[in-house]
């Protein structure tokens, strides 16, 4: 049996377990003998992942749920394989997560970054169960309460257990954000939102879906949030800004008949 290193009563995060980098952080959170996991990440190290599990002495009968914290390939690709290991357990996910799971949009999954000759495998994949703003998903004793929080993609999804958030990808320690991609949905401006949500909760931890777990910092998190309020006038972020304050600027000086070379 492998000794089973938990990070909070409860909760495990199977890098951690492994001591080394499997992918996204994937998250089995435990009450008598049943069990969930938060995303499972790319498919050729689900089965190893799922080997851990059973190692730990964690009966594999006893898993409810395989939940998406967002449908990026990068986190559910390996739900296909887990959950023929795992047949009991239901997949779970935002709406438009399983909405972009069923039509397999590789684009808003990142299946297919074209430019830059991405195409990765995307499975068939069908949410079971879907899973919104206040809903609850029972394990054991436990319950998760789940949060929407849009920005990164649109059906983000974070998990709030007692002073624990799965946080998906608003935020990771170092103030980074889950990218920002007009292509994959992304939306400063309820980033901004879910953030500040974040922050004014009284939940002590964030356990984000990538990098390490972290204390949660409030002047951090209004550091970042300034740093996306900064995003939405800067011509940088193209259709994801609000507004460009040069081009008003251009157009004043047009109007005045300001002549730039003799200023
Ligand atoms: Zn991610």
Redesign the pocket.
Known sequence: MLERRELFPHVIEMNHQARRRFG?SVYLIHSGSEWALI?IGYEDTAEEIVEMIRQMDFPLAGCRYLIA??A?V??IQGFEKAHRLLSESSICGHPDAARLLKSRDRLMT?AEIPAQNISIHLPEITIDQTVSEGDRLKIGELELEVWHTPG?TIGQLAFRLGNLLFS??NLFRDGCV??IDAHHGSDIQKFIQSLTRIRDSDVEWLLP??GPVFRKDSRMIQKTIDRLEGYQHMADFGTCAVDWPLLDQWEQELVDGIDPTKT
């Open positions: 996204c995303d914290s967002h990026d990068d986190h990142y990164h998906g990808d889950g990218n879906s990538h």
